[in-house]
């Protein structure tokens, strides 16, 4: 496995930028990063794990929400610094915001702003109790 790890071109503090995608319909539901540890967890149990650089720990994806997103594939980019997870998303919601995904607002050409463009599934105060 470590040989495997070895192949990716982490970064100075040792993170891979990594984009989770929702297998079947190929949307990108968010962006995170993982260090070596959070990519070997998210191998061993096929389910998203991430390294939270505001918390400085592991962050296993659902932990708080219940989302958890179970991971279909890795995949690694050409200059093997980037990683693409396709996922099943529990709860159909990625974003802490409640929505499906974190990218849930589009610049607007003509008014020049950006506009919402996903709405609130649920309440993030109902998600996050603690």
């Known amino acids: 496995m470590q040989a495997q790890l070895d ?3 982490w970064d100075d503090k ?3 930028p990594v984009i ?3 297998s079947g319909t190929g949307k990108v539901l968010m962006f995170a ?9 998210t191998l061993e149990l096929e ?3 991430y390294f939270s650089r505001s918390r400085n720990k592991l962050w296993f994806k659902g932990e708080e929400s219940g989302h958890v997103q179970h991971v279909k594939s890795v995949r690694m980019d050409c200059d093997q610094d ?3 997870l396709e996922v099943v998303q529990d709860g159909g919601m990625a974003c802490h915001t409640g929505r499906h995904s974190c990218f849930f607002e589009a610049f607007d050409f003509d008014s020049r702003t950006w506009q919402v463009t996903e709405p609130v599934l649920k309440n993030p105060d109902l998600i996050y109790t603690k």
């Open 7 to 9: 192949r990716i071109k």
């Open 47 to 49: 389910r998203a794990v």
């Open 33 to 41: 990063w993982m260090n070596a540890q959070a990519l070997q967890k």
């Open 14 to 16: 040792g993170l891979v």
């Open 82 to 84: 980037v990683l693409l």
């Open 20 to 22: 989770a995608q929702e």
